[in-house]
T-cell receptor
Framework: QKEVEQDPGPLSVPEGAIVSLNCTYS??????FMWYRQYSRKGPELLMY????GNKEDGRFTAQVDKSSKYISLFIRDSQPSDSATYLC????????????FGQGTILTVHP | SAVISQKPSRDICQRGTSLTIQCQVD?????MFWYRQQPGQSLTLIAT?????????ESGFVIDKFPISRPNLTFSTLTVSNMSPEDSSIYLC????????????FGQGTRLTVV
């Protein structure tokens, strides 16, 4: 079993749709949860991070963590074609928040 | 955020040769990380590089294949040694920035093709 599982998609939605991206993890020691966006031929860009269970909102993006279920989500409201990218969940715990375990990434396409 | 510069951005190399990738950060950081992203795959941590100590390698990665230097708090190099086509990947440098919150940032990556 992989430590972090993420549905690779691909996911295709119309502009304006609400997008839900999800990951599950197996190790309850994980305590730091991040979402990255990666455009083609670019490095990952940190979108959001959170330490605790619950919701964290930033503009059109909401990160949700449920530690009891070991489940994390990223919601994108009013999706735009510029949101088309690969979205990666990343999880860390223990001694360093820079030692990340990544999900497989979900390829998202938002079409006009 | 941290500004991370990687060189080269891409390279095509002959099998059996070695390539050294440089990572420069715009401020001092304690920990730097090297990741590999194989074609169509997610990121896998290769090693953690702390200034003044030997790099710590993850399972499946060894120093002879991926020697790392960390001469100061803003710079690191990763060498991919004795390359084979299986080493064709994107190699990414990452830093951990500690402050009010701790965040991890990535460089743009080095796209390596081994022929």
């Amino acid at each position: 079993q992989k430590e972090v599982e993420q549905d690779p998609g691909p996911l295709s939605v119309p502009e304006g749709a609400i997008v839900s991206l999800n990951c599950t993890y197996s190790n309850s020691a994980f305590q730091y949860f991040m979402w990255y966006r990666q455009y083609s031929r670019k490095g990952p860009e940190l979108l959001m991070y959170t330490y605790s269970s619950g919701n964290k909102e930033d503009g059109r993006f909401t990160a949700q963590v449920d530690k009891s279920s070991k489940y994390i989500s990223l919601f994108i409201r009013d999706s735009q074609p510029s949101d088309s990218a690969t979205y990666l969940c990343a999880i860390a715990g223990g001694t360093s928040y820079g030692k990340l375990t990544f999900g497989q990434g979900t390829i998202l396409t938002v079409h006009p | 955020s941290a500004v991370i510069s990687q060189k080269p951005s891409r390279d095509i190399c002959q099998r059996g040769t070695s390539l050294t990738i440089q990572c420069q950060v715009d401020s001092q950081v304690t920990m730097m990380f090297w990741y590999r992203q194989q074609p169509g795959q997610s990121l896998t941590l290769i090693a953690t590089a702390n200034q003044g100590s030997e790099a710590t390698y993850e399972s499946g990665f060894v120093i002879d294949k991926f020697p790392i230097s960390r001469p100061n708090l803003t710079f690191s190099t990763l060498t991919v040694s004795n390359m084979s086509p299986e080493d064709s990947s994107i190699y990414l440098c990452s830093v951990e920035r500690q402050g009010r919150d701790t965040e991890a940032f990535f460089g743009q990556g080095t796209r390596l093709t081994v022929v």
